[in-house]
T-cell receptor, first 109, second 116 residues
Framework: TQLLEQSPQFLSIQEGENLTVYCNSS?????LQWYRQEPGEGPVLLVT?????EVKKLKRLTFQFGDARKDSSLHITAAQPGDTGLYLC?????????FGTGTSLTVIP | DAGVIQSPRHEVTEMGQEVTLRCKPI?????LFWYRQTMMRGLELLIY????????DSGMPEDRFSAKMPNASFSTLKIQPSEPRDSAVYFC??????????????FGPGTRLTVL
């Protein structure tokens, strides 16, 4: 059982479409991070959200941390082929640091 | 800074052989992590070090796996003997602190290991 469950597991969309991916847990996290991993590379940190209800924007990407700090979402507007990759949420709970199960996104030109 | 450096990038070996993976963390980062990534299990933490000292190795699959960090700029992950089920991508990551806001992991490019 994974502490951080992500959905959907796989997502394939056309360029220009919008999408949202989710990261859920039954545990409280003091902060949550989102990483993107491109094929053949290691994960790269995109953003960290700290406060319940916090919303952060990074160009076409919008990240939200749930009010109860148990979930987070990533919304991409007008997806581009360069957004293709594996999106991972991660964060500390208790004295452990966890990575989510991941969402593999493919944006078709 | 060049980021986290891992070598080799690809390793193909035969079952029973010894495999050594190498990592150079970002200078000044006190924490070093070894992860394994597979399609089935995702990203798994194997072991991590703080100031060159192993802190938690509960993720190491079995005694065939060992890791060392002889100094702040170098770590190795060794598998002896290797088995086909060890085939995966192995990542090294470093961070300023282990947990909390500053615990953002900086990953290397990974070593893709194939054991035949």
């Amino acid at each position: 059982t994974q502490l951080l469950e992500q959905s959907p597991q796989f997502l394939s969309i056309q360029e220009g479409e919008n999408l949202t991916v989710y990261c859920n847990s039954s545990s409280v996290f003091s902060s949550l991070q989102w990483y993107r991993q491109e094929p053949g590379e290691g994960p790269v940190l995109l953003v960290t959200v700290v406060t319940g209800g916090e919303v952060k924007k990074l160009k076409r990407l919008t990240f939200q941390f749930g009010d109860a700090r148990k979930d987070s979402s990533l919304h991409i507007t007008a997806a581009q082929p360069g957004d293709t990759g594996l999106y991972l949420c991660a964060g500390p709970s208790g004295n452990q640091f966890y990575f989510g199960t991941g969402t593999s996104l493919t944006v078709i030109p | 800074d060049a980021g986290v450096i891992q070598s080799p990038r690809h390793e193909v070996t035969e079952m029973g052989q010894e495999v050594t993976l190498r990592c150079k963390p970002i200078s000044g980062h006190d924490y070093l992590f070894w992860y394994r990534q597979t399609m089935m299990r995702g990203l798994e933490l194997l072991i991590y070090f703080n100031n060159n000292v192993p802190i938690d190795d509960s993720g190491m699959p079995e005694d065939r796996f060992s890791a060392k960090m002889p100094n702040a700029s170098f770590s190795t992950l060794k598998i002896q003997p290797s088995e086909p089920r060890d085939s995966a991508v192995y990542f090294c990551a470093s961070s300023l602190t282990g947990l909390g806001l500053a615990g953002s992991r900086f990953f290397g490019p990974g070593t893709r290991l194939t054991v035949l």
